[in-house]
């Protein structure tokens, strides 16, 4: 199994250009996040979904937008980029279990915005 | 207001000494809580979790105590060792739902051999 895969790695923008990055996972997840962590700081939560073709807001949603069209990806895009949302990003899944909903995380994309 | 830069609490110890991380979680409804460790550069891994029914919990290494009474929970890692040093957060669902997690801002372990 490879758990929770993210791509890119690293990525720099510039202000105004879009991209997405990339989830996939291999659990049969229910449950899918995106956190974003910024220096020194926790995890916040920009976006969750609870199924295929269901997506939620999380604590940080704006600028953000998410599709749910498999259970296995779980990609996030920028629209227009800006330099706040310079940040690493973590895509999550978790099984939904109550009273054990334990998140498996990536490794982490790193994206810089100039 | 909100803090800038690096505020992470901090935690020197010796190898072979035992840590105390503590968390103050914030809603008193939340019934799960977990901890991860996060090394530079990776993703958080997972280390212990307890449930709100329980006070203790135990590990390979690690504890976990939850103190529902005054909000808080703490991780106890036995006989440090240089791998240990990381980045702690302890999670908790919160706002009612079973499959959201909050983060705290973690804090920053160094074991000095």
């Known amino acids: 199994n490879a758990g929770v895969t993210q791509t890119p790695k690293f990525r720099i923008l510039k202000i105004g250009q879009s991209m997405t990055l990339q989830c996939t996972q291999d659990?049969?997840?229910?449950?899918m996040y995106w956190y974003r962590q910024d220096p020194g700081m926790g995890l916040k939560l920009i976006y969750y979904?609870?199924?295929?073709?269901?997506?939620d807001k999380g604590e940080v949603p704006n600028g953000y937008n998410v599709s749910r069209s498999t259970t296995e990806d779980f990609p996030l895009r920028l629209e227009l980029a800006a330099p706040s949302q310079t940040s690493v990003y973590f895509c999550?899944?978790?099984?939904?279990?109550?009273?054990?909903?334990?998140?498996?995380f990536g490794a982490g994309s790193r994206l810089t915005v100039l | 207001g909100e803090s800038v830069g690096l505020h992470l609490p901090t935690l020197s110890v010796q190898e072979g000494d035992n840590s105390i991380i503590n968390c103050a979680y914030s809603?008193?409804?939340?019934?799960?809580f977990i901890w991860y460790k996060q090394e530079s550069g990776k993703g958080p891994q997972f280390i212990i979790d307890?449930?709100?029914?329980?006070d203790k919990r135990q590990g390979q290494r690690v504890t976990v105590l939850l103190n529902k009474t005054v909000k808080h929970l703490s991780l106890q890692i036995a006989a440090t060792q240089p791998g240990d040093s990381a980045v702690y957060f302890c999670?908790?669902?919160?706002?009612?739902?079973?499959?959201?997690?909050?983060f705290g801002k973690g804090t920053l372990l160094t074991v000095n051999p």
């Open positions: 659990m049969n997840h229910n449950y």
């Open positions: 999670a908790e669902n919160s706002g009612g739902s079973n499959y959201k997690l909050t």
């Open positions: 307890i449930r709100s029914n329980m």
């Open positions: 979904s609870v199924g295929a073709g269901i997506t």
């Open positions: 999550a899944s978790s099984s939904g279990t109550p009273g054990a909903n334990v998140l498996t």
């Open positions: 809603n008193s409804a939340s019934d799960y």
